[in-house]
């Protein structure tokens, strides 16, 4: 058996692979077995002079070079934000039997968006927004207001309590910005694909200990034809639990 090691071969790997002809003895030798790849100061050394690929970004525009702290919004244009939402639909629409599958997939990616948003919410708004809400009313109202227009640019234009129901809560937004670019076909019957935004709302409030179902429901106006009242239906344990603590 020869005693000659085995090193990469592949000429576009050449600029990275130590030498094709190994004259110190560096690289596996199968009849030697693992001591052939002893690190000593002669592989090393050679391990340390070769090029190597740097995979840090150098440019000042990277989004690495970007601090999370920034309170900047509309970063993105919203033909842009209107497009990748239109490819998110398709996409979910292509792996959906159907109508409610649809929301629901809608609704899953949307919950995904709204825990990790939270925790970059709290950050950016630093000692106000950072402390953890105790209260139903409290994170519902910041839900509303930091949360929605760190997200949207704006915050949502009405936050209501059910007269009848005592664990619904209600977030009404007149001209919701994903679904403004957004036309659904009759076929599709009542689809609403702001099942994508109460994902969202239910993702953050999960993740602040307030454990809800939102649904996305179409109130349009006359001058509001996008009007969408989100409907909040808390766990009931949220409501004994804040009746314990604050009575």
Known sequence: ?????????????????????????????????????????????????????????????????????????????????AFLFCEVVNWALSQSKGIQDLENRLNGLGYQIGQRFLELVKLREGMKHGKRETKIIEILQFIHGPFWKSIFGKTANDLEKSLDVNDEYMIIDNLPVVSKFISIPKEYGNLNCLAFV???????????????TVVAHSAPLDSFPLRTVFLIKLDEQLLLREEIRFN
């Open 198 to 212: 109460a994902g969202i709302i239910e993702g953050a409030l999960d993740s602040s200990g307030f454990h809800a």
């Open 1 to 81: 058996m020869s005693e000659k090691p085995i090193l990469p071969s592949i000429v576009s790997m050449g600029a990275l692979t130590i030498n094709d002809n190994s004259k110190h003895g560096f690289g596996y030798n199968p009849s030697v077995g693992p001591s052939s790849n002893a690190i000593t100061p002669e592989s090393s050394s050679i391990l340390l002079n070769k090029r190597t690929i740097s995979l840090t970004p150098t440019s000042h525009n990277s989004i690495y070079d970007k601090t999370v702290n920034t309170k900047k919004v509309n970063e993105i244009s919203l033909s842009s934000l």
